[in-house]
């Protein structure tokens, strides 16, 4: 093996053979003012340099008509929200109208359970995965507590097999045919937010409709990480939230996704509001809820400008680049850093995200057994800003729009230093 290719300067050299749009975003300094080496793109990504444009001009536009700029703005208020309607359409695959950008994640889906989670006596079970996001597991359980069931049992957590730390979507599968009968709901993560696992959204929508199931899907870590097809696997719906690798701010707008099978049928429970009404009518403010069509009709309140203006900002980027070449080079930068850790500290730790590219985006958990925690301290006074999760996991996602291949070295320079083998 050539040990060139482990040197800062080959990592230099990747960088130049195969750019990243670092250049479109600010990157946090250090305390030495050097910028940081951001892994945290997972949790909260990076400002895009575009966005401030984007929100002055909405402060400006709201300082210079008032009310006005519901029509009369550059970007009327009153139809802001369908901007984003065709970018995330192309982001997710989707149709237009089968997306929309409202509240937060976690309302969404609490929204679209009461539309989609619709238990009886027999089949009252909604199957999530074993360690899922706390937010989801609150959600689904209350859920089935507000329907009068006992969450315990109607909330079913699917684990790995002993010795694996990945579910393996044949067993998921093979669950389902089993125990099918009695769920109303499977709602697992796109991709893990801890694992990094890239589920199978096809297939275990198929095995979910199967069982007789409805199939949602938490997109918070899949959406902008890795190529989604959400009308064609024939997902029921779907949520995601905009400020992990959608970049677009803390608390920012979240992105709902209905399939159209569903959004055109008039017999679906939903709870409703003005905003979900036809745009043409909505402001003769009639008595009865007319459904605009697709996901817009679970809108209720008007649309928050000042969250989707850093979210169309953002899209831009996606839109310029496309998803694919997203992906390209995500891979290989993935690969590289996945390389260089094996160089750097094999035998130290063990890569809990599926190897293989088809079953993760970006982020790789490293399981450091014992020595997390000194490993992550050692990695924050070096300039690296990631991820730990007790007990002993970091969280690390090279983001493919902004990370560098120097980063990854850098990164596995600390690593080797405090941890390492060679
Ligand atoms: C980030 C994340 C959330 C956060 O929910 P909010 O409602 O946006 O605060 C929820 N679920 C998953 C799976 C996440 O990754």
Redesign the pocket.
């Known amino acids: 093996m050539n040990d060139d290719r482990y040197s800062l300067a080959a990592a230099q050299g990747l960088d130049a053979q195969d750019p990243s749009w670092r250049e479109h975003f600010w990157v946090p300094p250090t305390a030495s003012g050097d910028e940081c080496i951001y892994l945290c793109g997972n949790s909260l990504g990076l400002q895009p340099k575009r966005t401030r444009q984007l929100v002055s001009e909405e402060l400006d536009d709201w300082a210079r008509f008032g009310v006005e700029g519901h029509f009369q703005s550059r970007r009327p208020w009153y139809s802001y929200h369908e901007q984003v309607s065709e970018p995330l359409a192309r982001l997710v695959g989707a149709k237009g109208h089968e997306v929309v950008a409202m509240n937060?994640?976690?309302?969404n889906l609490h929204l679209l359970m009461t539309s989609f989670y619709r238990p009886t006596p027999e089949r009252y079970r909604i199957v999530i995965e074993a360690g899922?996001?706390p937010?989801?597991r609150y959600a689904v359980a209350s859920q089935a507590r507000f329907h009068g069931f006992d969450a315990d049992d109607a909330v079913v957590e699917l684990a790995p097999k002993a010795g694996q730390t990945t579910l393996l979507t044949e067993d998921v599968e093979a669950w389902l045919a089993e125990h099918g009968h009695s769920v109303a709901l499977v709602m697992i993560?796109g991709v893990q937010?801890y694992t990094g696992q890239w589920h199978d959204i096809r297939r275990i929508t198929a095995a979910g409709h199967a069982a007789g199931a409805l199939v949602g899907w938490?997109l918070?870590?899949a959406a902008g990480n890795v190529p989604l097809n959400l009308h064609d696997d024939g997902v029921d719906f779907a949520a995601f939230?905009s400020y992990?690798y959608l970049n677009s701010g803390p608390g920012s707008v979240?992105g709902a996704f209905v399939h159209e099978r569903w959004s055109q049928r008039s017999d679906i429970p939903r709870f409703e509001g003005w905003w979900g009404t036809e745009p043409e009518t909505r402001f003769e403010m009639a008595p009865k809820f007319s459904p605009q069509r697709g996901a817009g009709a679970w809108q209720l309140s008007n649309a928050p400008v000042f969250s989707i203006a850093p979210l169309i900002a953002s899209l831009e980027l996606f839109d310029e680049i496309g998803m694919s070449a997203l992906r390209v080079r995500s891979l290989r930068l993935t690969d590289y850093f996945l390389e260089l850790l094996d160089r750097f500290g094999a035998g130290t730790f063990e890569v809990i995200t599926p190897r293989h590219a088809a079953a993760r985006g970006c982020q790789l958990s490293l399981r450091v057994p014992g020595r997390a925690r000194e490993l992550h301290s050692a990695l924050a006074d070096a300039g690296v800003v990631c991820d730990f999760r007790v007990p002993d996991v970091i969280r690390l996602a090279p983001v493919p729009l902004y990370n560098t291949y120097e980063d990854m070295w850098r990164f596995a320079d600390v690593f080797r230093r405090v941890i390492g083998t060679s």
């Open positions: 937060g994640l976690t309302t899922a996001f937010s989801d993560a937010y938490d918070a870590h939230c992990k979240s």
